[in-house]
């Protein structure tokens, strides 16, 4: 099982990244896709959260600007952040469990590596 996170980089305040995330070594349609981040100094956060169905979850501070998706026979899940503010600084990591979605890092069992996100003027 891996995952490979990419897509991030360096952005202004406003403005817009989509991440992504590639699987390989099993299927998406059994498993919940999470979406976390941590900046330095900070606990790992769960950002938002997928599965098989369409359901998702986000946390409170990215819900109207982030959208978390996937695609099932590419096994890609997508994270568009749209509306960037300084304090979505952090590395983005994408991670899987079983199904139901949690925010609670240490039950995934899976991890890709991080991507870094920075937003500044």
């Known amino acids: 099982v891996q995952l490979q996170a990419s897509g991030g980089g360096l952005v202004q305040p406003g403005g817009s990244l989509r991440l992504s995330c590639a699987a390989s070594g099993f299927t998406l349609d059994y498993y919940a896709i999470g979406w976390f981040r941590q900046a330095p100094g900070k606990e790992r956060e769960g950002v938002a959260c997928i599965v098989s169905d369409g359901s998702t979850v986000y946390v409170e501070s990215v819900k109207g600007r982030f959208t978390i998706s996937r695609d099932n026979f590419k096994d890609m899940v997508y994270l568009q952040m749209d509306s960037l503010k300084p304090e979505d600084t952090a590395v983005y990591y994408c991670?899987?469990?079983?199904?139901?979605?949690?925010?609670?890092?240490?039950?995934?069992?899976?991890w890709g590596q991080g991507t870094q996100v920075t937003v500044s003027s």
């Open positions: 991670a899987t469990k079983g199904r139901p979605c949690t925010s609670i890092p240490g039950r995934y069992n899976y």
